[in-house]
């Protein structure tokens, strides 16, 4: 069974910093590519980091300079680091694998990151 939590959300001021983790089953997190997704509410969900199981990182130039993506494969989870955040990073945070489709049907709650004064 696949099983994706995400935590660490909160509320934070601009030019704050949060940091989210994932916990995942090792079926996915062994397997594939693991990202960070987010989607606000009336826009598309997007990935803005992502990880190979080697190491390598990619970032969606939004967030890039500001957000690390890292993963502890003993402990089976993914973070992202998030420094400098700005109003709009607020969104509803998830993990998943890179592609996700074919995971699709295992999207968890997400976390909320809501960045405001």
């Known amino acids: 069974q696949v099983q994706l939590v995400e935590s660490g959300g909160g509320l934070v001021q601009p030019g704050g910093s949060l940091r989210l983790s994932c916990a995942a089953s090792?079926?996915?997190?062994?397997?594939?590519?693991m990202g960070w997704y987010r989607q606000a509410p009336g826009k598309q969900r997007e990935l803005v980091a992502r990880?190979?199981?080697?190491?390598?990182?990619n970032y969606a130039d939004s967030v890039k300079g500001r957000f690390t993506i890292s993963r502890d494969n003993a402990k089976n989870t993914v973070y992202l680091q998030m420094n400098s955040l700005k109003p709009e990073d607020t969104a509803v945070y998830y993990c998943?694998?890179?592609?996700?489709?074919?995971?699709?049907?295992?999207w968890g709650q997400g976390t909320q990151v809501t960045v405001s004064s």
């Open positions: 998943n694998a890179d592609p996700s489709v074919r995971y699709r049907d295992y």
């Open positions: 090792g079926s996915i997190f062994s397997l594939n590519a």
């Open positions: 990880i190979t199981s080697g190491g390598r990182t």
